[in-house]
Each structure stands twice: as structure tokens, then as C-alpha cells.
């Protein structure tokens, strides 16, 4: 049974930054794209971020590049998402999800497994 299980969130000021990650079980974690979405009160969930399984291939939506980073630890199993220069708009509960073997996809479909979230607040 595949786990993802999500960490690192919660209340930052505006300009702050978090560190979230997510720890994997039940499959071979370094095998798989993995990837990052977050859904915002009253919005849908969208693509955040995404690594390929060596972490030489990422993506990122355009409302975080250059604040956001992804990276990998394939011995341990985890993803993680570093995000500075907080804004009140990347308010989210942040999900982690684990995807197939070579795509790096931006698409809630392309993501088989995912975790139960944690909540990020920026305050103004």
C-alpha cells in the first residue's frame, strides 16, 4: 500500500518561507515522478511543482518559479518543497503526490498516489 505523508506546513508572514516534505512507502519511491498541487479555500487543486526520479528534470507553474524549489532524496524516501518569499496568495493545504515513471506532468491524472495534505497560511 502506497503512503505519501506530508509535512512541514504552517502560519508564516508574508516574505517567510517553509520547507514541506513528504515521506514515501509501499513502492519503489525512486522510480517515480513526484510531484507537489495545492488547493486554495474555495478553488480547485493546481500544479505546483514536479521531479523527475533522478531530480535532473523539474517543473514548476508559473506562480511559483523563482520561489519555489523541488528537490529529492531518493535514499530517504522523501520530496521536498522549499518555498521563500511567502505570499498571502500561496495560502493552501498542499498535497504531495507520486506519478508515473518518465513523465513530469502538470495534470492532476498523471499522479496515481497521493498524500493527505498540509495546511500553509501566509499572513499579510
Known amino acids: 500500500q502506497v503512503q505519501l505523508v506530508e509535512s512541514g506546513g504552517g502560519l508564516v508572514q508574508a516574505g517567510g518561507s517553509l520547507r514541506l516534505s513528504c515521506a514515501a512507502s509501499g513502492r519503489t519511491f525512486s522510480r517515480y515522478v513526484m510531484g507537489w498541487f495545492r488547493q486554495a479555500p474555495g478553488k480547485e487543486r493546481e500544479f505546483v511543482a514536479a521531479?523527475?526520479?533522478?531530480?535532473?528534470?523539474?517543473r514548476y507553474a508559473d506562480s511559483v518559479k523563482g520561489r519555489f524549489t523541488i528537490s529529492r532524496d531518493n535514499a530517504k524516501n522523501t520530496v521536498y518543497l522549499q518555498m521563500n518569499s511567502l505570499k498571502p496568495e500561496d495560502t493552501a493545504v498542499y498535497f504531495c503526490?507520486?506519478?508515473?515513471?518518465?513523465?513530469?506532468?502538470?495534470?492532476?491524472?498523471?499522479?496515481?498516489?497521493w498524500g493527505q495534505g498540509t495546511q500553509v497560511t501566509v499572513s499579510s
Open positions: 521531479i523527475n526520479w533522478s531530480g535532473g528534470s523539474t
Open positions: 503526490a507520486s506519478g508515473g515513471f518518465a513523465v513530469v506532468g502538470t495534470a492532476e491524472g498523471s499522479y496515481s498516489y
